[in-house]
T-cell receptor
Framework: DVKVTQSSRYLVKRTGEKVFLECVQD?????MFWYRQDPGLGLRLIYF???????EKGDIPEGYSVSREKKERFSLILESASTNQTSMYLC??????????FGPGTRLTVL | DQQVKQNSPSLSVQEGRISILNCDYT??????FLWYKKYPAEGPTFLIS?????DKNEDGRFTVFLNKSAKHLSLHIVPSQPGDSAVYFC?????????????FGKGTKLSVKP
């Protein structure tokens, strides 16, 4: 079974803090993705990576950065958290052009 | 512009009846279509897919129909069960031309009442 894990299920941070969200997959997948889900807006792609040290901007990259130093790990970084970044963050992985498998999500609240 | 539209934000169905969830797309390069199901506070899980070379794919109670000329697909759930209550996302991709990116619709929240 594919397993995608995310470092926290719930996180509360203050405005201006630096936030790290970690995602690990155990299936040797090439692709990894970060989305955010907001009511009425569906899933919006923030960043994705198709190889170690490679990254591509998605639809809403502003205010975020990512890091992929190892194939199994993809980190999302909020350099200076703001209240409009309160959201559910979802990580996914896939083989090249394969089905994406998602982690359980991190509910981030920025106060 | 939205490439993928799920025009019904919500749908309520009686247990045992058929649920029909619709999805329209604009990009004619899409050739592989996936449906995901999402429960609250969980990540989406893959449900069923269909390639553009087919017009129907069935898996148990779930059937997906594709009408390429109309750029429309639908997910049928028969019979609907209370455990099917979730948000359903349509997610197509350009299989040959992309690196694996899916374009997600905004989702339809299905409620199946006992």
């Amino acid at each position: 079974d594919v397993k995608v894990t995310q470092s926290s299920r719930y996180l509360v941070k203050r405005t201006g803090e630096k936030v790290f969200l970690e995602c690990v997959q155990d299936m040797d997948h090439e692709n990894m993705f970060w989305y955010r889900q907001d009511p009425g807006l569906g899933l919006r792609l923030i960043y994705f990576s198709y190889d170690v040290k490679m990254k591509e901007k998605g639809d809403i990259p502003e205010g975020y950065s990512v890091s992929r130093e190892k194939k199994e790990r993809f980190s999302l970084i909020l350099e200076s958290a703001s209240t409009n970044q309160t959201s559910m963050y979802l990580c996914a992985s896939s083989t090249r052009q394969g089905i994406q498998f998602f982690g359980p999500g991190t509910r981030l609240t920025v106060l | 512009d939205q490439q993928v539209k799920q025009n019904s934000p919500s749908l309520s169905v009686q247990e045992g009846r058929i649920s029909i969830l619709n999805c329209d797309y604009t990009n004619s390069m899409f050739d592989y279509f996936l449906w995901y199901k999402k429960y609250p506070a969980e990540g989406p899980t893959f449900l069923i897919s269909i390639s553009s070379i087919k017009d129907k794919n069935e898996d148990g109670r779930f059937t997906v129909f594709l009408n390429k000329s109309a750029k429309h697909l639908s997910l049928h759930i028969v019979p609907s069960q209370p455990g099917d209550s979730a948000v359903y996302f349509c997610a197509p991709m350009n299989y040959g031309g992309s690196q694996g990116n899916l374009i997600f619709g905004k989702g339809t929240k299905l409620s199946v009442k006992p």
